[in-house]
Each structure stands twice: as structure tokens, then as C-alpha cells.
């Protein structure tokens, strides 16, 4: 591969998945002297179609992993690169696991998907109590607060989180979204939460909407 590169080829490389590809490309656009945010927004038009393409069913929970992968290898590499990681974050989420579930597929690919939006993202992990979740919003002061679960059980412990939550009084300025497999307009009613997603492009798009309009 000789020559300058060509954004459009790493855009495509993160849409079609191609890992090698989309490394490749990467590397000799930072080491040709690319700035390294234009390098994160051409991933983010990949990342865009990914998502896209997995809400149309063309991709499936496999190449959204692998995608999200690809972007956060990308990540690495562009991270040392910058001053700042994004001067201006167009908002602040806090996400996790709640209590009693360790799954983290979904919140990962989240979260790759969300700092391909530039969005900052501080994650709690997984099995994460009502405290963690009240803490990190009285140190970080979100704009959105995220909770994942896969297991059915997962939706009593977001219930008691958002509960938790409200009763401290520190919601008048954030927004609750539950997410994951069990997610759907049922468990955002019995949750308490403001919003629900089922996979994680949707969640992406809600997200925007509740903090850039």
C-alpha cells in the first residue's frame, strides 16, 4: 500500500469489518501525519454504517463485536497521539452493569459506539450496586445515565437503581436509559427509566437525541 491513504478506505474497511484493513490504513494515515481527530471521525462514519447495518439485520451481534474491537485497537492507537481526546465532549454518560449481572458485551460495544460519537463515556464495569451508579453521578455530573443488563433479573435491579437514583433528588438534570435483551416499552414503564434500548445502535441514537437534540 504505497502512497497517501484514503479515508474513505478506512471507512469502509471498520463498515465491512476488515480488521487487517482497517489497522493498516490507520497507521500509515497517523504516521503520514493525519490529525488524529479526523482519523476518530472517519472511524465514526464506519462505526455509523456498522450500526446501520445491524438495525437492518444485515450484521448480526458477531460483527458488532468485532467492529466495536477493530474501533477500540484504532482507539488505542490514535490515543497518544492527542492533546485531548475531544476538547469540546458533545456529552457525559455514565454506564454499567447493574447489580447482579456481569455481562458486558452489549455495554462494551456501547461504549465504542458512544466515543465514536464523541461522546465521553466513564464505565462502572459490571455488577454495579444503587451506590456506584449515585456516586460516579454526584462526581461526574452526566448528561445521561446508562444501565445494562442481559438477564431478566437484570430488570428488578434497574428498577431498584432508578429508584435509588431519583430518591437522592439528583435527577432533574439527567436522563435514565436502560438497556439489553430484556429491554423493551414494559420494563422502561416498571423501571422507572426515561428510555430503553434493545441493541446498542438504537441506544447510540437515543442518547443523541436526549443531549444534542
Known sequence: MNGTPDPEKLTVAIA???EK???EISQRMLEAGEDPAEVLEVCRRGMSVVGQRFESGKYFLSEMIMAAEIFNEILSMVRPRLRRIEEKPLGRIVLGTVQGDVHDIGKNI????LEAERFQ???LGVDVPPEKFIDAIKEYQPDVVGMSGL???AIESMKNTVESIRATGLTARIKIVIGGGRADEIAREYTGADAF???AAKGV???KAMIVG
Open 110 to 113: 456501547m461504549i465504542a459506539m
Open 121 to 123: 463515556v466513564i464505565d
Open 205 to 207: 441514537e437515543i442518547i
Open 197 to 199: 434500548a434493545d441493541n
Open 151 to 153: 438477564l431478566t433479573s
Open 21 to 23: 484493513a482497517a489497522l
Open 16 to 18: 465491512d469489518v476488515d
